[in-house]
Each structure stands twice: as C-alpha cells, then as structure tokens.
Nanobody, 121 residues
Framework: QVQLVESGGGSVQAGGSLRLSCEVSGYTYCVGWFRQAPGKEREGVARILRNSGNTDYAASVKGRFTISQDYGKKTLYLQMNDLKPEDTAIYYC?????????????????WGQGTQVTVSS
C-alpha cells in the first residue's frame, strides 16, 4: 500500500519561495504534484519518473518550480520560487499508475491529504 504525506505549505508574499515535501512509503513508479484552487479543477504541476529522475512541468510553473527527490527516494520536494497569487491552492502529491507518468490526475491512484499554499499580492 502506498502512502504519501505532504508538508511545507504556508503563506508567503508574491515573489517569495516555499518548499513542499512529500514523504512516500511503498513502491512508486511516478510521483506528481497537483494543485486545486477553489472552484477550479485539479491541475498537474510537476511530475518525476522515480527511476530515471525524468521530470516534466506545467507551462504555468516552468522555470519557477522544481521537483526533486532525495537520494534514498523516500522524500520528494517541490521547490517553488517567484510565487504568484495565482499559485494559491491546496497542493497534493500523488503516486502514478505503473507505466504512466503524465500530468493528468486520472493516472494517479494514491493521494496525500494536501497542504495549503497561499500567496498574497
């Protein structure tokens, strides 16, 4: 059974930075970060293929956000720089279905509880 636990959310002013962490237990082929703002659909932000470290990002965060994993691969991170008010959302990490590693929530079977990120202008 895969379990994921996020941490590191908070409030920050525009232009600031936050680093989110996701502790993972169990085998994961791919891990993604998603976010959901009030009244909006869940959006894929970044994903990492666990064995190769290959990454991909949504256009809205490319160049500002970085997904990474520690050497032991138990913890993943989402470094968020130059934050904007439109980045405000609940952020989730999720484990992808084996064989798939895309930024679409429908391919992810296990989800963390989420952590709130609020960016003020």
């Amino acid at each position: 059974q895969v379990q994921l636990v996020e941490s590191g959310g908070g409030s920050v002013q525009a232009g600031g930075s936050l680093r989110l962490s996701c502790e993972v237990s169990g085998y994961t082929y791919c891990v993604g970060w998603f976010r959901q703002a009030p009244g909006k659909e869940r959006e894929g932000v970044a994903r990492i293929l666990r064995n190769s470290g290959n990454t991909d990002y949504a256009a809205s965060v490319k160049g500002r956000f970085t997904i990474s994993q520690d050497y032991g691969k138990k913890t993943l991170y989402l470094q968020m720089n130059d934050l904007k008010p439109e980045d405000t959302a609940i952020y989730y990490c999720a484990a992808g279905r084996p064989g798939y590693c895309v930024l679409s929530a429908m391919f992810y079977d296990y989800w963390g509880q989420g952590t709130q990120v609020t960016v003020s202008s």
